[in-house]
Nanobody, 120 residues
Framework: QVQLVESGGGLVQPGGSLRLSCAAS????????MGWYRQAPGKQRELVAA???????NYADSVKGRSTISRDNAKKAVYLQMNSLKPDDTAVYYC??????????????WGQGSQVTVSS
């Protein structure tokens, strides 16, 4: 089975920094695009950042310039470094990966979600 496990969430003051991690486990042939989404209470889930298998990146305008998404293919992991955090960044963050299992096609998987709270 394939599983995405997140870590690194927590409470941070405005202007602070946080690094989210997500690692895929299981028998995996390859991983295509990986990304981070977030959802605040009562709001729609939105894409924060994504990174393709050839390291092309895409960021939401609200985090562009203060966030960096990266991946470590050897570790089957994706990371989101967030700086200059604002209260509006408060949300549950979910990692996502499009994974090809050995002998199968590409399917999308989600992490369990990590709470990020930005407050003074």
């Amino acid at each position: 089975q394939v599983q995405l496990v997140e870590s690194g969430g927590g409470l941070v003051q405005p202007g602070g920094s946080l690094r989210l991690s997500c690692a895929a486990s299981g028998i995996i042939f390859s991983i295509n695009t990986m990304g981070w989404y977030r959802q605040a209470p009562g709001k729609q889930r939105e894409l924060v950042a994504a990174i393709t298998s050839d390291d092309s990146t895409n960021y939401a305008d609200s985090v562009k310039g203060r966030s960096t998404i990266s991946r470590d293919n050897a570790k089957k992991a994706v990371y989101l470094q967030m700086n200059s955090l604002k209260p509006d960044d408060t949300a549950v963050y979910y990692c996502n990966a499009d994974i090809r299992r050995r002998g199968g096609g590409v399917r999308s998987y989600w992490g369990q979600g990590s709470q990020v709270t930005v407050s003074s």
